[in-house]
């Protein structure tokens, strides 16, 4: 059967889009070479494109069955001898892996931008340099693995990290390498081999990615990429019976149907899926921070599953908080990801933007009132969605109870004092994954953080995330927790091995 090889040049750099199988580029066959073939109707590849103007970029391979069989196939074959490599190793070849990001740097992230939409100058100065130093901390966090012993009786208790097997990491579009690199990198210094799956709307870098791995010396097997549609390529990945772990990252449904098929094999899951996470402004706040915080979560176009996108504030300061919000929104220049002024780039894809626009005609059909936004930017056009805001929003709608993604924020208020009110208004959805308190009195939004179902509650700020704290998000918005040695806990199933004393053999006969 004839290999298509798609490759394309995107912003100057030259990618391969096959997948990356055993240490070697594949180009998806047609038919599929599986039990469960595609048609012959389906085509090898499918076109991504760019968000910011629609334009094709890259033929992508369009993965199935039998490539998601060969990669888990490549990984469970490497798995043995990658376990068994020292971890001063496995530490340094992720070290090169960081330094290979470091030096494709501005590449990364000019095809990232060109892929998601997303701020060029956050890709260049935050993003990227994050990508690596993911890499560079598990690889430390490995070689600082507490072995310690304890005795039982004079017996010795060893517990060792051992690796659990291949792993496969699905990625979602909105963070693509940054969040890649979240699962990769554990998962390789906890000694799993891995299968990446990243999303269909942004999967370029991801085969930047595989060239680096390559580049370092990663061996053939160890780190392995199948490209494709969630369906065709990610659900036999998920259910493959040869993996033995599942990362995933993305929306609540397809979480839903990945727990399903790694539930028939056993496979623990870690999920970090949506939020709908509520900025509480306290009457005390310093309303100018609190104003930045707000204007902060239209970052990246609303598409952050941490997103702070419930504002609920304190009746007193509602006002005088509202009129330092529009302020700063007023300043917020829209427009091309790749030009440095810009703060708010397009959304992802056109029939994103759709179900973007879906939610605020409904909010606004079920009484809402637009306050700034409130539409496509029609000035601009493409995938371009005006900063919103809506009030008038009552708890149980569809609008404050359902992530939008998209940069769309409601604004409720609670009455002055009442924190049992400011409390179930920020716990009433059925996620978790974070809460961000603007406060004066930092006892008092420490008596209310502590009442707050969330994997991260920041006070005074938002988004800073240290490597060694836990990551994850309560009720529907997550399972497990990664980030320090929980990623390891996560990838490794611990051992625990009891050795009699010396002599004690004697004694026992
Ligand atoms: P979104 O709706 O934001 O695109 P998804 O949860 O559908 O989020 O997608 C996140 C990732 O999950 C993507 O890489 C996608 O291809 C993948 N995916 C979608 N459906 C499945 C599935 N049934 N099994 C495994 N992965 C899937």
Known sequence: MAQVPPTATVEGVSIDTRHWIDGTRVATSTPNTSSTPNTSSTPPTFTDHSPIDGTPLAPIARGGPGEARAAVVAARTAFPGWAATPPVERARLLHAVADGVDARAE???????????????????GVMPRVAHNFRYFADRLLALGHEDFDTRGHTNHVSWDPAGPAVLITPWNAPLMLASWKVAPALAAGCTVVLKPAEWAPLTASLLADITHEAGLPPGVFNLVQGYGEEAGAPLVADPDVRRVSFTGSVPTARRVAGAAAANLVPCSFELGGKSPLVVLADADLDLAADLAVEQYDNAGQVCLAAT???????VRDAFLGRFLDRVAKLAQGDPRDEATDVGPNIHPRHVERVDGFVRRAVEAGAKVVTGGGRNTALGGNHYLPTLLTD???????VQEEVFGPVLTLQTFPEGDDDEAVRLANGTRFGLAATLAAGDR???????????????????FFVRDLSA???????????????????DFYCDLKNTVTAPKGWEAHHE
Request: net charge negative; with cysteine.
């Open 443 to 461: 006892d008092r939004a420490a008596r209310i953080g502590a009442r707050l179902v969330a994997g991260t509650v920041w006070v005074n700020c």
């Open 393 to 399: 929003v009552a708890q149980d709608s569809e609008i």
């Open 470 to 488: 836990p990551f994850g998000g309560a009720r529907s918005s997550g399972i497990g927790r990664e980030g320090g040695d929980w990623s390891f």
């Open 310 to 316: 419930r504002i609920l504030v304190e009746e007193p």
């Open 107 to 125: 590449d990364l992230a000019a095809v990232e931008t060109a892929d998601n939409g997303a701020l060029l100058r956050s890709h260049r100065r």
